[in-house]
């Protein structure tokens, strides 16, 4: 991890990595003529320099789109976290993935797809007010069973679209070795086709630029002083007395030990970030009669950043809704996130607890 001090990312705009590389030019000096006169300054040649074409970077990964960006807009997929649900397809395709705390001390997964979109993902489940901060940053599509009335609502008044299975939307299909309401396969392929590609106003997280040299400040240096950092290869995230995640470092990625996806198809985190959210009740209960809670994914407050086998203790800030994440150090200083893969988890503050191993 490195901690620039160029400014936090407020509005944020999509940045390019520009890399460009010119031959000198050598003007000619000015000299005296036999008349009195003087020559005129050499115009450079453009010939002799060359220049690569610009790159996008992905607001997702962080990491270079050579193609530029897809058409297609980002789709957020509520993705079944349980082993009703098992197994989980699809993951290993995604950009990024989100765990929220949904009734009954459960979880749900959020899973973003921009530069690959698969044919079958699943299982597909319904949205929550949740979603309206995980999608808005980036434009987000959310791909859901359906939602409860109240819920669709409200996210259609944020102004997130929306394909739902209870609306019509297409590309849905059955597993038929599932039954209901763990059964909801979706094929992005044909979602896009009826989908607009929305206005993506910045990355959704604060890159590491490719080629910073910018180090994290020494210890006992007169600068600010370094991030909180421990070693760890093994982690424990719990949301609640019946649902904890756990994880280990395998190679240069974090990945799940106890996870519900299909053989080769989990995702596998460059960086695991874990985020205390404060939750509130979404104001009704399902059909069992849980309250439904709601991660409240704005303001902010402690995370844990996994990288590698490094832990560090850090500050998140989400101002709102449809606005990225940004990081600081415990003094004040932007911290950015490696490109890559990233893992979200949204835990209870409070509640929430994570040993590292």
Known sequence: MSTPRWGMLGGMKLRLLVAVSAAALTLTACSSSSDGGTKEPAKPDASKG?????????????????????????????????EGGAPQYGLNKADMVMEELVEGGLTRLAAFYYS???????????????????ASPVGGQVVASGGA?????????????????????????????????????????????????TKILGPYLPWTPVNSSTKTPAAGATNPAPPLQRKARRANVRFSNSTATSWKLAGSTWQRTNGHAAAGQDFKANTMIV????????????????????????GKGRALVFHGSTVTEVVWHKPSLDEAITFATKAGEPYTIHPGKVFFELVPKGDGKVALG
């Open 149 to 197: 009335a109240g819920t669709y609502k409200r996210v259609q008044r944020a102004g997130v679209k929306v394909f739902s299975e209870d609306a019509g939307s297409p590309g849905f299909s059955s597993d038929p070795l599932k039954v209901r309401p763990y059964n909801r396969l979706i094929d992005l392929k044909t979602v896009a086709k009826k989908a607009k590609a």
């Open 275 to 298: 985020m205390f959210c404060r939750v509130g009740d979404a104001g009704y209960t399902d059909p069992a009669g849980n309250p439904v809670p709601e991660t409240k994914f704005e």
């Open 50 to 82: 060359t220049a690569k074409k610009l790159v996008e970077i992905s607001p997702l990964t962080g990491r270079a789109l050579p193609n530029g960006r897809p058409a297609n807009p980002v789709f957020v997929v509520k993705v079944e976290n349980t």
């Open 116 to 134: 690959n979109l698969p044919s079958k993902i699943g299982h597909v489940r319904s949205l929550r007010d949740t979603d309206i901060g995980i």
